[in-house]
């Protein structure tokens, strides 16, 4: 399994200076980590690691290669409980992001529903937001299998944090192999799953996943929040068990996983080693 890691390495620096960075870590790949549905003041001005899904994707293909590097995923990270809304990322920014991928041979969109963020959302029941995650999904799902794109639902919100709720929106959509999981350890066991646990039930859909571990200041939150962003500890130092979540994949024909982690260069360095020690 390849190791790669978010391009959030350096503050406030464009892609290109994040893919430096990576590369001089001894990184081969990297998640296309952050996409906007337009031109983007703070990309264009290099302050910012995002990529227009509106850019020429060959463009980002040969920056990628200037740096002997490989996209993994691009990430698409969608709103996908709140109402339908052009100004909020949904199914016509992962419609972009699948063509943009399928051009250039990225074969995994990452998306997710993310918290609640509006009243409306936060009232609907829990078959109401099955619902409605599904209805986004269902065009872009088949868009992807005929791209030959998967989408992967990560974990990240109070439907996808639950074995239950992915189950039951792939039950939704009628289970088609476009549409998988990225198993993301850190946001899964702090919205209250056990990752070990999902890592088996979704073994044959997992295509990819985002590693993180968390400390022991994280116990008080679990299952109150939906995702935190990032870890700024090692794996292996926090209190997730990701021996075990390694212990169920490393079989599983996984071809790339992303470490979703900031901090000094020993700490991701030290991540790599831990699960290469676990057999990855």
Not at 204 to 221: P, Q, R
Request: hydrophobic share 40%; glycine share 10%; proline share 4%.
């Amino acid at each position: 399994m390849k190791i790669g890691v978010f391009l959030l390495i350096e503050p406030f620096a464009s892609v290109e200076v994040q893919l430096e960075r990576a590369k001089q870590m001894g990184f081969e790949c990297a998640d296309i980590t952050d996409t906007n549905a337009g031109g983007s003041m703070l990309g264009s001005a290099g302050f910012s690691p995002t990529i227009s899904l509106d850019e020429n994707p060959f463009e980002v293909k040969r920056l990628f290669e200037k740096h002997g590097m490989v996209p993994s995923t691009v990430c698409a990270h969608a709103m996908l409980l709140e109402p339908s809304n052009p100004g909020l990322y949904g199914t016509a920014e992962i419609m972009k992001a699948i063509r943009f991928a399928a051009a250039i041979g990225i074969q995994d969109v990452i998306t997710t529903e993310t918290d609640p963020r509006s009243q409306w959302a936060e009232n609907l029941t829990y078959d109401q937001r099955i619902f409605t995650i599904a209805e986004k999904l269902y065009t872009p799902v088949r868009m992807a299998a005929d791209f030959g794109v998967r989408i992967l639902l990560e974990p990240h919100g109070p439907v996808t944090d639950t074995i239950n709720g992915i189950r039951d929106v792939m039950d939704m959509l009628g289970n088609p192999a476009s549409l998988g999981v990225n198993l993301d350890t850190g946001n899964s066991w702090l919205g209250g799953a056990d990752p070990v646990e999902m890592a088996k039930v979704f073994k044959d859909k997992i295509h990819h996943i985002h590693w993180k571990d968390l400390g022991e200041e994280w116990v008080e939150k679990r299952g109150s929040i939906y995702g935190c962003g990032f870890s700024k500890i090692a794996l292996g130092d926090g209190v997730i068990d990701i021996a075990g979540v390694c212990a169920v994949l490393k079989d599983a024909g996984i071809r790339a996983s992303t470490l979703e982690i900031v901090g000094s260069e020993e700490i991701l360095k030290k991540s790599v080693g831990y699960l290469r020690s676990q057999g990855l």
